[in-house]
């Protein structure tokens, strides 16, 4: 069965300073795999996807993800991070032949001035 | 584009009455999903549809839950008789037709059964 694994509860960074936020999956077959972000009191927004091609997927609001098959990791990172990052990060694999998607149980990222 | 509407945002109930969660998927969606979030158990997937018919509903809880899709502008997720463990965000989402395309999510409707 596809699954995502999200390591970290919580990552804290302070402002100006890159971020990492890790996801290793497990899928069989060709993995299919997306970034969502969560604000407070909003629904998920779509960053970013991997499908095929290129390793580094560059997404919404600067942020960009690296593919790695042989780790099996598709970490979301960004250069500079801003306080207005803070958010609920998911990380997500597509399930099979349809659209479902398997979400991980989240990452809060907590940026500091 | 209004994006996918859900309403109502807020409810409050007690136990043992239904409750009943509508949805707007964009238009031109043909996939649509119903989420549950709670602290404990994460992001939850009910049950998704496809051109209006119901394809995987592996994730409702039990019978208390059902889900409809009319048409194609319209679903509706209910829970009756409602139990104060329902309590949770309820988050609609929809795609557009073919592979690898992300979802979109409504603001979600935060339920509170007492």
């Known amino acids: 069965a596809q699954s995502v694994a999200q390591p970290e509860d919580q990552v804290n960074v302070a402002e100006g300073n890159p971020l990492t936020v890790k996801c290793t999956y497990s899928v069989s077959g060709n993995p299919y795999l997306f970034w969502y972000v969560q604000y407070p009191n909003r629904g998920l927004q779509f960053l970013l996807k991997y499908i095929t091609g290129d390793n580094l997927v560059k997404g919404s609001y600067g942020f960009e993800a690296e593919f790695n098959k042989s780790q099996t990791s598709f970490h979301l990172k960004k250069p500079s991070a801003l306080v207005s990052d803070s958010a609920l990060y998911f990380c997500a694999v597509r399930d099979g032949f349809n659209n479902k998607l398997i979400f991980g149980a989240g990452t809060r990222l907590a940026v500091h001035p | ?114």
């Not at chain 2, 998927?25 to 119903?34: A, E, K, Q, V």
């Not at chain 2, 979030?37 to 049950?47: H, S």
């Not at chain 2, 319209?74 to 929809?94: G, H, M, N, W």
């Open chain 2, 1 to 114: 584009d209004a994006g996918v509407i859900q309403s109502p945002r807020h409810e409050v109930t007690e136990m043992g009455q239904e409750v009943t969660l509508r949805c707007k998927p964009i238009s031109g969606h043909n996939s649509l999903f119903w989420y549950r979030q709670t602290m404990m158990r994460g992001l939850e997937l009910l049950i998704y549809f496809n051109n209006n018919v119901p394809i995987d509903d592996s994730g409702m809880p039990e019978d208390r839950f059902s889900a409809k899709m009319p048409n194609a502008s319209f679903s509706t997720l209910k829970i009756q008789p409602s139990e104060p463990r329902d309590s949770a965000v309820y988050f609609c989402a929809s795609s557009p037709s073919g592979d690898f395309n992300e979802q979109f999510f409504g603001p979600g409707t935060r339920l509170t059964v007492l």
